[in-house]
């Protein structure tokens, strides 16, 4: 994964997978991958809006041999559309989160507090 913040409060984020060639009993199933890049702006503190491309290079792709049938040679290929685009806003609710520690005694202060009242 790679995330990148960009200027103005955008931000760029590239991940991927890799599968290689599978040897599952008779069947071989080839490499497949994708690529997906999502791209955000912060609107404000509380509200974000995302754009998601999921296989932007359309190569997840299912195929492969069927070994050992007797006079026969069979290869498959299965092309469904792996591709999807999502746009998203999110909006959090309530306080912000930072600064809302109160104390920073652990569990030994505490007790000690207390033994010494």
């Known amino acids: 994964m790679f995330q990148l913040k960009l ?3 955008w931000s760029l984020q590239v991940d991927g997978s890799y599968q290689s060639k599978i040897v599952n009993a008779q069947f ?3 490499g497949r991958g994708r690529v997906n890049l999502a791209v955000s702006k912060k609107l404000s503190p509380a509200t974000t809006i995302k754009f998601v491309a999921n296989d932007i290079f359309y190569t997840f792709i299912s ?4 070994n050992n049938l007797a006079n ?3 290869n498959y290929r299965n092309k469904g559309d792996s591709r999807t685009a999502v746009l998203s806003l999110s ?5 912000a989160m930072s600064d ?11 007790e000690q507090g207390r033994v010494k009242n």
């Open 63 to 66: 195929n492969g041999v069927i």
């Open 100 to 110: 809302q520690r109160k104390h920073n005694a652990d569990g030994a202060a505490a």
């Open 91 to 95: 909006y959090r609710f309530g306080k």
């Open 7 to 9: 200027p103005k409060d």
């Open 72 to 74: 026969t040679t069979a």
């Open 28 to 30: 071989i199933a080839g």
